[in-house]
């Protein structure tokens, strides 16, 4: 019988870049990203800790609205909070 282990992960809703904001150094506007809709196979992932980034400026884009998702539906244990998160965050270089 094989002995149970420990082992750490992350479960991620993932970023995409939105490609109908123009952004760049040539259009002189930070890159935006939202998160991938909830309906993709890759929206979610499961990340090793060791892995991530621990640091990244994502700065909200208010005038965009908050970003309405039913993540209780796709079975997750956590409370989701509606006004957690925004439509859009720009990322900082």
């Known amino acids: 019988m094989a002995t149970p282990t420990s082992m750490d992960l992350l479960w991620v809703h993932w970023f995409e870049i939105d490609q109908a904001h123009q952004a760049g150094w040539k259009a002189k506007r930070l890159y935006r990203v939202q998160f ?3 309906n993709e196979s890759s929206a979610f ?5 060791d892995d991530v980034i621990h640091g990244a400026h994502l700065i909200p884009c208010f005038d965009k609205g908050l970003f309405v998702a039913l993540l209780v539906a796709l079975g997750s244990k956590w409370d989701y909070c ?7 965050y720009y990322v900082n270089q």
């Not at 992932?45 to 800790?49: A, E, N, R, S």
């Not at 509606?82 to 859009?88: D, T």
């Open 36 to 38: 991938v809709p909830n």
């Open 82 to 88: 509606p006004s957690a998160n925004w439509k859009y």
């Open 45 to 49: 992932g499961f990340l090793d800790p």
